[in-house]
């Protein structure tokens, strides 16, 4: 859907509830939901192993454990620029329960309108985008919110940016 503005044109982006499913070719959700799990800890706790595959490409990076904070978005957002991480994967997991928007498109050198999708987590789901997966940096609603980050570190340049063609806009969740 086109909306006009001055300067050019504004695409609409449609939210989609995020699911396993629907995300596959950008990474993983990271829900226990579904999975199945091992009884831990004399039955005490349940196990979920391996929701997502933890990348590090090159041998001068390596994985850890990081939190970043994120400051809320108002709709209407324009997504103008798309981000990647060609070295290694990233993982986000919320440590509140409350939705965030979730921006990406495929791992190739070009990002057509038509590629990028939106979705929007249920508030107990994480993401993972396997590495050179295009997706936007947090997108929060409503108040700030904290996510332990899984992602490669070390010396080497493991972000790449781009610049939209046409911004895209998200009206609603």
Not at 59 to 83: C, D, K, M, W, Y
Not at 121 to 149: A, D, I
């Amino acid at each position: 859907m086109e909306n006009k503005r001055e300067g050019g044109l504004v695409y609409e982006l449609k939210v989609e509830p995020l699911r396993q499913d629907q995300f596959l070719g950008f990474g993983s959700v990271i829900e226990t939901e579904g999975r199945s799990h091992t009884q831990i800890n004399d039955g005490r706790a349940k196990r979920f192993d391996a929701l997502a595959d933890v990348q590090v490409l090159d041998r001068q990076g390596h994985p850890a454990v990081s939190v970043f904070e994120a400051s809320p978005i108002t709709l209407p957002f324009h997504v103008r620029t798309l981000e990647r991480h060609p070295l290694g994967s990233q993982t986000f997991i919320p440590l509140s329960r409350a939705p965030f928007l979730v921006v990406v498109s495929d791992a190739k050198d070009e990002i057509p309108a038509s590629s990028v999708r939106a979705f929007l987590t249920n508030g107990e789901q994480g993401v993972h985008y396997n590495p050179g997966v295009w997706h936007h940096s947090l997108l929060v609603l409503g108040e700030r919110q904290k996510f332990v980050v899984i992602d490669r570190v070390g010396p080497g340049d493991n972000c790449d940016e781009a610049v939209l063609d046409a911004p895209l806009a998200i009206s609603s969740v």
